[in-house]
């Protein structure tokens, strides 16, 4: 009777110690079992809760070995740094740029033709009084200029198919089409293209209108004028503007 409590309590407690206790905890009591006899059903009563945590303690233990694998594969990495996404290429349309400088003048112009030219006395002529401001001609021609020696890379000029200074008339082929096309066109723009100086350009031609009576009297007072019946809304000239296709 002391030989099955014992070997009873050998299972009983197989569940507990290291691995190696419990290995050697069954080896004794298989060695107990060969060496006495022992009622079969009386030792199943005795393992039925070894077996139950048996169960438990090995699911136990693979869900540990897996966490302990998995934890081993997931130390925190040193965030990888991944270079910035490439900066789009900056584009430009050579159109939108001469429009853009185009309405930036216009806008000039319109002021000083009606804050100033509207404003002169009766008889006056801008350039030869020397109490007025100088032509609006002569003062876009010195910003062009102006622009131009601090290396800017557009270019504008006015000119004209009745110029009082020569010097405004049209010197390219691009600037005679497009000063005869604006004429022929009211409200509409001319754009096309040329090479000067091995250089190719987008050219664009806007109208210069009289925008003010001030403006068409200015004209056709001067004795230097080659038309002299300008009225408010002709157009007198055009605006060349050159955007660089090259750089």
């Not at 540990?64 to 991944?82: F, H, I, M, S």
């Not at 584009?91 to 001469?98: I, L, N």
């Not at 090479?195 to 987008?202: A, E, H, M, P, T």
């Amino acid at each position: 009777m002391n030989k099955i409590r014992f070997a009873g309590n050998i299972v009983g407690w197989a569940h507990l110690g290291t691995a190696t206790e419990r290995r050697i905890h069954a080896a004794v009591s298989l060695h107990k079992l060969t060496s006495c006899r022992i009622n079969p059903a009386f030792l199943l009563k005795r393992c039925a809760g070894f077996v139950a945590v048996s169960r438990y303690a090995l699911v136990s233990f693979i869900l540990a070995g897996l966490l302990v694998l998995t934890g081993a594969g997931c130390e925190r990495q040193p965030a990888v740094q991944t270079a910035p996404p490439p900066e789009p290429a900056v584009t430009f349309k050579p159109q939108e740029m001469a429009d853009a400088l185009h309405a930036v003048i216009a806008a000039d112009h319109d002021t000083y033709a009606r804050l100033v030219l509207q404003n002169y006395p009766p008889g006056g002529t801008p350039g030869q009084d020397e109490n007025l401001m100088a032509l609006h001609a002569r003062m876009l021609r010195q910003a062009s200029e102006s622009v131009q020696q601090q290396g800017a890379e557009f270019h504008y000029v006015l000119r004209s198919l009745w110029p009082i200074n020569p010097k405004n008339a049209p010197e390219t082929d691009t600037e005679k089409a497009g000063l005869q096309y604006v004429l022929d066109h009211p409200g509409t723009n001319y754009y096309g293209g040329e090479s000067l100086g091995g250089r190719r350009y987008f050219t664009a031609v806007y109208a210069e209108v009289a925008t003010v009576n001030a403006c068409a009297d200015c004209h056709n007072r001067n004795p230097a004028s080659p038309k002299k019946d300008f009225k408010a809304g002709d157009v007198m000239g055009g605006l060349v503007v050159r955007v660089p296709l090259e750089f």
